[in-house]
């Protein structure tokens, strides 16, 4: 327990930020805990995954939030009643479960606030992934499989959605460098050395690895 450690990652859509937790989760032998948290929520709370998928890392409209009422939320909708949780009630469910697994093992997370839930983990190293403008809408448009103007549209908005999302649920700032223990451009350094470049950084952090 004690040799444990987490990685968290923040990152920009379209910046690779996935790629490279999924490369450094089979470097270092470690899970890579993505949308397997959001899994978790839908079973505790017994409804589909699906309806959480766009809920996450972004706040629901006002009009949206109007309408969510009671302990754990009911959101009106169209043809009658659709259970849902609020944005607080998401933001604590996918918490405790971060929690729970940050404290079994090592691992890495990828976004929802990770940096920020285990904040006070005491072996925790914090990256941050992003890339020039150009290869994120290449990276878009071909995930996504649409247009340039619709992936410039996607990105544009998920950015506003998460600095949104740090803003009122994790409250650090998402875009400083001096928030992070290494920031990457993947642009410039690629997927193997931003892998290459976080494990120097645990090893020198941490003592844990040797290259």
């Not at 993505?34 to 505790?44: F, G, N, S, T």
């Not at 247009?147 to 994790?170: C, G, L, P």
């Given at each position: 327990m004690d040799n444990n450690y987490v990685i968290t990652i923040s990152h920009m859509i379209?910046?690779?930020?996935?790629?490279?937790?999924?490369?450094?989760?089979?470097e270092l032998s470690i899970p890579f805990v993505?949308?397997?948290?959001?899994?978790?929520?839908?079973?505790?709370l017994n409804i589909p995954e699906s309806d959480l998928k766009e809920r996450e890392e972004k706040l629901v409209s006002f009009w949206e939030q109007f309408f969510i009422s009671g302990p754990v939320g009911t959101l009106?909708?169209?043809?009658?009643?659709?259970?849902?949780?609020?944005?607080?009630?998401?933001?604590e469910l996918e918490s405790k479960?971060?929690?729970?697994?940050?404290?079994?093992?090592s691992a890495i997370f990828l976004g929802r606030g990770a940096i920020y839930i285990l904040r006070d983990f005491p072996r925790r190293f914090s990256i941050f992934v992003y890339a020039d403008m150009e290869d994120r809408i290449k990276r878009v448009s071909q995930l996504y499989n649409i247009?340039?103007?619709?992936?410039?549209?996607?990105?544009?908005?998920?950015?506003?959605?998460?600095?949104?999302?740090?803003?009122?649920?994790?409250k650090i700032p998402w875009l400083d460098p001096r928030t992070y223990d290494l920031c990457v451009n993947t642009s410039h350094v690629g997927f193997d050395n931003a892998v290459k470049y976080v494990i120097d950084g645990i090893n020198h952090k941490f003592k844990i690895h040797s290259l």
């Open positions: 379209g910046c690779g930020g996935a790629e490279v937790g999924q490369r450094l989760s089979k993505d949308r397997e948290i959001l899994k978790k929520v839908a079973d505790y009106t909708v169209t043809g009658g009643e659709k259970y849902l949780p609020s944005d607080r009630e998401l933001f479960f971060i929690k729970e697994i940050a404290q079994k093992g247009s340039r103007k619709e992936a410039i549209d996607m990105i544009n908005k998920n950015d506003r959605d998460r600095e949104n999302y740090m803003k009122t649920f994790v």
